[in-house]
């Protein structure tokens, strides 16, 4: 574990591994250091920010390194959701061709795992989810679209995620769901925070005629 | 509670957005604070009207606003120092002074400096989004780039101006922003950060608020290969391929994936939203 000074108010974390960062994130999340007000989980790091009126950096890396990362840290789920899928997606193709599979192992592979939201990032309500079947796990394309549609669910390296808005986007597009995943108007705005469990059901209903008037 | 009031937009600028002091604390679901890019103008123009310090007001980078009152109002300018008229009158920064009912406020253009602040007192009370009024150019969220035509509502007022006047910061006779190394300072050759340190580096004019792109040599990286996305923050210097540091600023992206050499202090991130396209900033050490 290595912690890294990151300007007048916060510290970076970096850890081995996705799982690390789950069971570091669980332990500040469980027991913050005095003066810590806000995580951000990352990839391989956590980002710290503190009150620098009340916390240094020095005795924030002491408490820091103090702390044991335990897989019993990590709490369960209090719940999983579930998302469906609709597997149409322009890309899923392609990525059968480079992983070897058929396209409907491909759907059977990306619904048969469990995933966790490692961290959000990219835009408002973007889940990076960990879990992915390793078999799946593919390069994000060489040229990002200009537009991928909300809803847009995607694989690209050793995650899968929803896109909550249109938005450019170089993930290799498998299906589109019609759950509406960011609201900010509701609070929380997104089900979809670190930890979170989530799984992805075959959603084999007829596409509506009209776009837009689907329900959840 | 509104009053009913509102402000009409005649003008809408360069770009000018409603700004409050943000959204702290949601990074992690991917929304980034935003808010103000210099807050301590934003607060003190809110102060000088009787405001709380986050009420919400107009950030007008380069000026060029024009706003017509429905009702009489107090307003306050701070931040970058432009020529301003109320109902034809000149009205000067940091000073309350009141716009009369139907009146309209023109800014004028800030002779240096980038960001001017309006604080009407009762403040902006567009409908608040995740807590908050700003608008982050990002994100999606907030009322959006002012538009001609657009209606801003008034809020009720809290209070009563109690200063007349505020000191004017003096103005520098060159941008210095102090940075602290790292969290990848070791992404890059001693050469690099000691450029970073002894050059001068350009505004372009490919800067907003999410970040700053800067002109002057390029920083050499020691190590070859591609960060994992992590956390960013505010006055980051983020370096991407190109060798030439991008600043980022307050609707910056919650996450990045080019090393970070060093990051601005605190104190000097007002600083830096003052500085515009074609002014030179100085990184020294903090």
Request: include cysteine.
């Amino acid at each position: 574990m290595r912690v890294l000074r990151c300007g007048s108010d916060a510290v970076l974390i970096e850890v081995e591994d996705a799982e690390q960062v789950q069971q570091l994130h669980a332990a500040l999340h469980a027991a913050p250091p005095t003066g810590v007000t806000e995580l951000v989980p990352a990839a391989r790091t956590v980002l710290v920010r503190y009150d620098p009126a009340v916390a240094d950096w020095q005795r924030l890396r002491a408490a820091v390194t103090a702390l044991t990362l335990a897989e019993a840290a990590v709490a369960a789920p209090a719940e999983t959701v579930r998302i469906p899928v609709r597997y149409d997606g322009p890309d899923l193709a392609e990525v059968a061709r480079a992983t070897g599979l058929t396209p409907r192992q491909v759907v059977e592979r990306h619904t048969a795992a469990h995933y966790r939201v490692a961290f959000c990032g990219f835009a408002p309500g973007f889940a990076y989810l960990t879990g992915l079947d390793p078999r799946l796990h593919v390069p994000r394309r060489a040229e990002p679209r200009t537009r991928v549609p909300a809803g847009a669910v995607a694989i690209a390296d050793e995650y899968t995620g929803i896109y909550p808005r249109q938005s450019p986007g170089g993930w290799q597009l498998l299906g589109t769901t019609a759950l509406t995943l960011w609201d900010p108007t509701a609070d929380p705005p997104t089900r979809l925070r670190p930890g979170t469990a989530v799984r992805f059901v075959e959603d084999e209903s007829e596409p509506d005629a009209e776009e837009g008037s689907r329900s959840a | 509670m509104s009053s009913g009031a509102q402000l009409l937009v005649v003008r809408s600028g360069f770009g000018a957005t409603v700004q409050d002091l943000g959204r702290p604390g949601l990074a992690a679901l991917g929304v980034g604070r935003s808010g103000a890019a210099d807050p301590e103008a934003l607060r003190l123009a809110n102060r000088l009207v009787g405001n709380p310090e986050d009420a919400a007001g107009i950030e007008a980078p380069m000026g060029g606003v024009e706003v017509e009152f429905g009702r009489a109002a107090t307003c306050a300018l701070a931040g970058a120092e432009c020529a301003a008229w109320a109902g034809g009158r000149p009205v000067g920064p940091y000073a309350p002074f009141t716009v009369p009912a139907g009146a309209r406020l023109r800014l004028g253009t800030p002779a240096r400096g980038l960001r001017v602040y309006l604080a009407v007192r009762g403040g902006l009370d567009v409908p608040a989004e995740l807590g908050s009024r700003a608008t982050d150019t990002i994100a999606g969220l907030g009322p959006g780039r002012l538009a001609a035509g657009l209606l801003l509502p008034l809020g009720a007022a809290a209070g009563w101006p109690r200063v007349d006047l505020a000191p004017r910061p003096a103005p520098a006779d060159r941008t210095v922003l102090h940075v602290i190394p790292g969290p990848r300072d070791d992404w890059f050759t001693e050469e690099a950060f000691g450029t970073l340190l002894s050059e001068p580096y350009t505004v372009t004019s490919d800067s907003d608020r999410v970040g700053m792109r800067l002109d002057g040599p390029p920083l050499a990286r020691a190590r070859v290969g591609e960060l994992p996305s992590e956390g960013m923050v505010c006055g980051a210097l983020q370096v991407p391929p190109s060798g030439r540091p991008i600043l980022f600023l307050v609707d910056h992206p919650v996450t990045g994936g080019y090393p970070v050499i060093a990051v601005v202090r605190r104190p000097d991130l007002g600083t830096a939203a003052q500085a515009r396209p074609g002014d030179t900033v100085h990184f020294r050490l903090a």
